[in-house]
């Protein structure tokens, strides 16, 4: 059955998952050290060095999906593994983010200028929602109430330059992780367990495009004689 271009169109990727906030909780306030500013690039080196950067990226994307067999079925774990193994391959070799680590950067963009701790907790609250994550621990409320405990210690809202409050909450984050059982050593495990939940969304989104675009084929004429095809059978190489 033939199947329209859009079946292996680019995935939502919407992942119910307490890991963005779990890293939240481990690192609430610290950020890594900014990079220094590369060199100024006149416009058309700027977009030739882009262009350049993409093209060798997509390049070296396809070049890994075309080696590799991609069962789409979200309910094998083994099909979600190896789907989720791919796309890690794809990103250190193309040198693209992860998806924690592109939430992460997130947070560090939209950040950066907040001076209080409060707006802080809820920016990150407004990330996570968008990210399509589930505080599923409930952690978001222990962290404001353990922010409401410090500010009526200090009589005064907590600013994040202030070290001696901020040492305070972070303090009372540390008792937030004991109680829910969250490690900094575990981070490495929650990652992974982020990336192959997303895996399984992708290769959700995946079926259910396939089960659409054949289903809108079955309504033409030349194709409604044609026997239903299992999407697990699909070979996504054969439309790359």
Not at 102 to 122: G, K, S
Not at 174 to 190: A, E, S, T
């Amino acid at each position: 059955m033939a199947l329209s271009s859009r079946l292996f169109s680019k995935s939502r990727l919407v992942c119910g998952s307490q890991i963005l906030v779990q890293k939240e909780h481990v690192i609430p306030v610290r950020h890594f050290a900014k990079e220094s500013a590369p060199p100024a690039l006149k416009g058309d080196q700027m977009l030739k060095n882009i262009f350049s950067e993409v093209k060798n990226k997509f390049e070296t994307a396809m070049g890994i999906l075309r080696k590799e067999k991609i069962t789409i079925d979200p309910n094998d774990p083994a099909a979600v593994s190896h789907y989720a193994n791919v796309m890690k391959t794809i990103r250190e070799k193309a040198n693209l983010l992860s998806e924690s680590q592109y939430i992460q950067n997130n947070i560090e963009t939209q950040t950066e200028d907040i001076p209080d701790a409060r707006t802080y907790l809820l920016t990150l609250k407004e990330i996570r929602t968008k990210s399509g994550l589930i505080d599923e621990l409930g952690a978001e409320g222990l962290m404001m109430d353990a922010l409401d405990k410090v500010e009526k210690e200090l009589k005064k809202p907590l600013m994040r330059d202030d070290k001696k409050g901020m040492d305070l909450l972070l303090a009372e984050f540390d008792k937030i992780n004991n109680k829910l059982g969250i490690r900094r050593q575990d981070l490495p495990k929650y990652e992974e367990q982020l990336e192959v939940k997303l895996a399984k969304a992708q290769l959700e989104e995946l079926k259910k495009d396939a089960l659409e675009a054949m289903e809108t084929q079955k309504k033409r004429e030349e194709f409604k004689d044609e026997e239903a095809v299992d999407v697990k059978s699909l070979d996504i190489r054969n439309f790359l």
